[in-house]
């Protein structure tokens, strides 16, 4: 049918206003709405528990007088912020720190691998090219996690394991993120503009950065997002490379408390607890902060993944 | 810069980035590669002393790096660097027990990442001598003072035929903890022997008491102390022979000890919570458990759980129950050593502080240690103390120094962490009765020997 | 300066070719140095067994028999292989469900759902997986309060039978709102026009939902499908978080990762974590080809 064959080459946004009118004008639909809402408290009930715990002190997480899902009568979030930053001469900010530095390094240097390598893979014609990108697309179904423990060991070799590189380097490696570059550019970059450029005497570089770049920042934009995203939660790599806590990302640091909290052995007077449970609150504030702050831009980016 | 969003996270981000980079990003500690070196100074040494948790408090001195979750590690290292101009400490806490294990295990593999002095359970001491982790510090005790200086139980646990390997800090004798309160309210007799016991876990169920403790599957330090209290001879294996094991997983002793407690777990007359989860813990602040058979440094690891220590205390200890009336056979759970290991730079220096650091405790330091110094066991203030958390007794001279004193050591594997993560397993099918006592050490006993003889070791 | 010339350079001469390959050159270094060394270098330790009590021995392929006739090994496979055929489908029905709900209302609390449904992704895995964790405590957690309000104890759900459900919340909880969006940006991209012609023949929403939209975006679906599988097999940072509140049921080789993890890091068996690795990694690939050609999209795919 022509409708279907069109469907996808169409324009996006003709329509969509009306079809939202027509369908609004019937039933309020209070079933959806209804769905929606149990959707939103599943989803928001962890973080609203965390917010709730972050306030207590130890007594009151083990037995809080208003049970767990409400303030117990003491208000206890200031002090769990002063002890979370000064716990263990202030290694939290240490973590944070180290989680932003990985993220932000391995994500944009990922990225920018990624960009030139999708623009090359779009826009040249070298030999090599068709074995090169199935060779790709093949190693995308590798599981990273895999690779964790024999990249520890080449680290281990060259005296590269417990340093900021060992986790930043591998970081750099997003086949997936080449892969839809080079989706995107082979659609959004038309091989006529860079002839064109080519023709008035621009060269190779002048051509990426002038004329082809600015036609990939939707892309560029959701690939930063996701190797940023992907690199700040990442545990398995950071977990197996480094050994000194000063290192440590966020993930491995809560984990590290973690061990030390459940272990049947004395902390001395703190009760880690409230310090695991007011760092995950300050640790997951970030993210989201990010997100919801960016949100124009990746729930357009995201689409690119899906449509082909 | 498009949009002030994107500059407000960049900002943010520069902030955070700053912070990380401040102290810059360095190499850990002694690296090396394990060749010894004379006593050296700074220079060669170029440990990053803003990465330890204590303060450096005389900067010319040379300094060496110590891995410990000790609660008085604070408390020693700064009083062992006041005396001390000839070396520093620079501590910090890598993580308990086994996550600390596989760290320690990992850097000796890779060769590098290794603290000079690190803090072990007697129980994983043989695992690391095996792999050439630790130095022999008998050379470096060139006055004598360990052999004085311990028990004969905790000798044999840090020796290996005239080496030592590690030098003790605190041990865990292991004894009953109970709820006085509870016990008056229900009428009943603090058991001597494991029968009294078992009577007193169902006369507390027949009143609609509180359960009478716990049994977990995931504290295999614990479990195993309980075996070898009824004789369990699990391994029998010396360094210096390397390639022969003794093996008897699913000896009788065990087997009993298992069905014993499993009985209890059947008749609903102990909890099965795990003592890594804060459920237990809070069972335990919470009244619902009215005895724990603890080590000495649980107390500890309960303050800082909300339990509020003084003289209306309703916690009491005695010694632990035995099998037979009138036994008096101990055992040890957990306890710490520090040992000096393979990658550090000077093996002489991390030896004076490993022999040093908790030779001679004070009532400051001691914190909720329970010292295996002999020393410190016989000073006056130490007999004589009255413990604020059982309500002002006179827990040591009653119960703890006796029960250390009673301990004659034990014999662990070669691949401890191995062992105890299959033994979690194990638990975990008896305890919900998915196999019996029996049937579990049998598959327990086939899993070790058929692993240890893949490691290369002769299992008879 | 090259004269202007009508002939086509697509084709590219030399030159263009070498300033293809300088371009792919930066990914190629960290490709090669970062994937394809550590598949050659974990092939090669997998070759050779280390004994505690004796030396480094070459044993050939005697670590992947060893690997595929290890019960562990073995369970652990099975034990992602079940959870991934339960979870997959119940995360793509919330997906699924979410985005066409989503797709139809078009109200201030549609647009803030989005955005809530979608919260859980930025929640790293390892603290959402503690978060739960603590929720599930019947002491930390809401549930402990149900029980007393109706007399009951509560069930502890990483201590026992419960603990596949426990894991399969947690899993859906942080990844459902990632597909969501995906499928949502998916239908955004469908020709509105279809729907005005489903109208006039008289369908209702239902219909429209089924044999329209959803056949849509089958190709997202499948390429979602495929990830989500291939992470679900790798299984590994959740359960490890959650190990010190079970009790002991999550096991050293609860997952193939997980024991690979602890073959490597806590006995420090290199040689055969590595062939654990490999042997996890040959197990994805042939679940992933066994999928696609199952879906019958192979080509659409690639």
């Known amino acids: 049918m022509t409708a279907i064959a069109n469907g996808r080459t169409a324009a996006r946004s003709s329509g969509r206003a009306a079809t939202g009118r027509r369908i609004a004008r019937r039933r309020p639909q209070v079933g959806a709405h209804v769905f929606l809402l149990v959707l939103v408290v599943y989803f928001l009930m962890p973080l609203w528990w965390v917010i709730v715990a972050s306030t207590k002190d130890a007594h009151g997480l083990f037995a809080g007088s208003a049970g767990t899902l409400w303030f117990d009568k003491n208000f206890h979030l200031i002090q769990n912020l002063q002890l979370l930053f000064t716990y263990d001469q202030g290694i939290y900010l240490r973590w944070l720190g180290n989680s932003a530095m990985y993220a932000l390094a391995g994500g944009l240097g990922a990225t920018i691998l990624a960009v030139l390598a999708g623009y090359g893979f779009a826009k040249y014609d070298f030999q090599g090219r068709s074995f090169s990108f199935a060779l790709l697309l093949g190693s995308v179904m590798v599981p990273l996690t895999a690779l964790v423990i024999p990249t520890f060991m080449m680290l281990s070799q060259v005296h590269l394991t417990d340093t900021v590189w060992a986790v930043i380097l591998p970081s750099l490696l997003n086949p997936f993120g080449v892969y839809l570059m080079r989706v995107y550019i082979a659609d959004a970059v038309p091989d006529e503009l860079l002839d064109a450029a080519r023709v008035d005497g621009a060269g190779e570089a002048r051509t990426f950065f002038r004329v082809a770049f600015p036609l990939m920042r939707p892309a560029v934009v959701t690939v930063l997002l996701l190797s940023i995203v992907g690199t700040w939660n990442n545990y398995f790599l950071p977990l197996a490379v480094l050994s000194s806590s000063k290192l440590f990302p966020i993930t491995v640091g809560l984990g590290l408390w973690e061990g030390l909290a459940s272990s049947n052995s004395g902390t001395g007077t703190v009760s880690l607890w409230t310090v695991i449970v007011t760092g995950s609150l300050v640790a997951v504030i970030p993210l989201i902060i990010a997100f919801l702050a960016l949100q124009r831009y990746w729930q357009g980016g995201l689409a690119i993944g899906s449509l082909k | 810069m498009r949009t002030p969003k994107i500059a407000a996270i960049a900002a943010t981000s520069a902030v955070l980035i700053a912070l990380a980079a401040c102290s810059g990003p360095s190499v850990g500690g002694s690296g090396g590669d394990g060749t010894a070196k004379a006593d050296t100074s700074t220079k060669s040494n170029p440990v990053d002393t803003s990465t330890c948790t204590n303060k450096i408090q005389d900067a010319k001195a040379p300094v060496v790096t110590m891995w410990s979750w000790s609660p008085t590690a604070q408390v020693a290292v700064d009083a062992f660097n006041a005396a001390h101009h000839d070396v520093q400490i620079c501590w910090t806490n890598a993580g308990a027990g086994a996550d600390e294990y596989n760290k320690f295990s990992t850097a000796i593999a890779a060769g590098k990442g290794a603290p000079d002095v690190v803090m072990l359970e007697t129980e994983v001491l043989t695992s690391f001598e095996i792999k050439n982790a630790l130095v022999d510090l008998a050379p470096y005790d060139t006055k004598g003072e360990l052999e004085k200086a311990f028990g004969a139980g905790t000798l044999k646990d840090i020796s290996q035929g005239g080496d030592v390997y590690a030098v003790p800090d605190d041990g865990g004798p292991v004894a009953l903890m109970y709820r006085k309160d509870i016990f008056d309210q229900y009428g009943l007799t603090v058991p001597k022997t494991w029968d009294e016991y078992a009577a007193d876990a169902q006369k507390l169920k027949d009143a609609g008491g509180p359960l009478i403790g716990d049994w977990p599957a995931d504290t295999p330090a614990f479990t195993q102390a309980m075996f070898n209290q009824k004789g369990a001879k699990t391994f029998d294996y010396r360094l210096a022979d390397k390639t022969k094991l003794g093996l008897d997983v699913d000896n009788a002793p065990s087997v009993q000890v298992l069905q014993y407690w499993q009985d209890l777990v059947d008749k609903k007359l102990v909890s099965t919570a795990g003592q890594s989860t804060t459920d237990f813990t809070s069972a335990l602040v919470g009244g619902q458990l009215a005895t724990m058979i603890a080590p000495s440094w649980e107390p500890g690891h309960l303050v800082s759980a909300g339990i509020k220590p003084g003289a209306d205390s309703p916690w009491r200890v005695a010694p632990l129950p035995q099998w037979k009336a009138g036994d008096d056979v101990q055992v040890n759970w957990g306890g710490s050593t520090y040992a000096v290991t393979s990658q550090a730079v000077s093996k002489k220096l991390a030896a004076e502080v490993a022999i040093g650091i908790f030779a001679h405790e004070t009532p400051t330091t001691i914190g909720a240690h329970f010292p295996l110094h002999l020393e410190a066991q016989k000073a006056s203030w130490f007999q004589g103390a009255n413990d604020p958390f059982f309500g002002n007794q006179a827990s040591n001279k009653e119960v703890w120094i006796p029960a250390a004193s009673g301990y004659k050591g034990a014999v662990y594997s070669p691949f401890q962490p191995y062992y105890e993560a299959q033994l979690i397993q194990a638990l975990g099918k008896v305890i919900p009765g998915d196999q019996t006592p029996k049937q579990a050490l049998g598959a327990l006993q086939k899993d070790i020997s058929s692993y240890a003889q893949k490691q290369g070791f002769q299992v008879k | ?302």
């Open chain 3, 1 to 302: 300066m090259a004269a202007p010339t009508l002939r086509r350079r697509r084709s590219g001469t030399g030159r263009r070719r070498a300033i293809g390959w300088l371009f792919v050159a930066p990914f190629g270094v960290v490709f090669l140095v970062f994937l394809v060394g550590p598949l050659v270098y974990a092939f090669y330790l997998s070759l050779y067994s280390q004994g505690l009590a004796t030396g480094t021995v070459f044993v050939g392929l005697g670590n992947y028999v060893q690997a595929f006739t290890d019960a562990k090994f073995l369970n652990g496979v099975l034990f992602v292989l079940v959870f991934s055929v339960v979870l997959i489908p119940i995360q793509m029905l919330v997906s699924l469900a979410a985005a066409l709900v989503l797709d139809v209302v078009t109200t201030r609390l549609a647009r803030f759902s989005r955005l809530m449904i979608f919260v859980p992704y930025a929640v790293p895995a390892v603290i959402g997986a503690l978060m739960w964790g603590f929720l599930y405590s019947p002491s930390f957690g809401p549930i402990g309060d149900f029980a007393r309000l109706f007399h009951t104890s509560a069930p502890s759900i990483l201590d026992s039978n419960l603990l596949f459900g426990g894991l399969l919340n947690v899993v859906t909880w942080q990844w459902a709102g990632y597909y969501m969006i995906i499928i949502y940006a998916a239908l955004q991209g469908i020709d509105p026009s279809l729907y005005e012609a489903a109208h006039i023949d008289g369908a209702n929403a239902w219909q429209i939902a089924l044999r329209i939209k959803i056949p849509m975006v089958g190709s997202a679906l499948v390429l979602i499908l495929v990830f989500a599988l291939i992470g679900t097999l790798q299984f590994f940072s959740e359960p490890k978080m959650l190990t010190p509140m079970s009790n002991g049921h999550i096991t050293p080789s609860f997952t193939p990762n997980i024991y690979a993890f602890n073959l490597a890091f806590s006995y420090s068996q290199f040689n055969y974590a590595s062939a654990i690795s490999f042997a996890l990694g040959i197990v994805i690939f042939i679940a992933v080809y066994v999928f696609l050609f199952v879906s019958r999209r192979r080509g659409r795919i690639l």
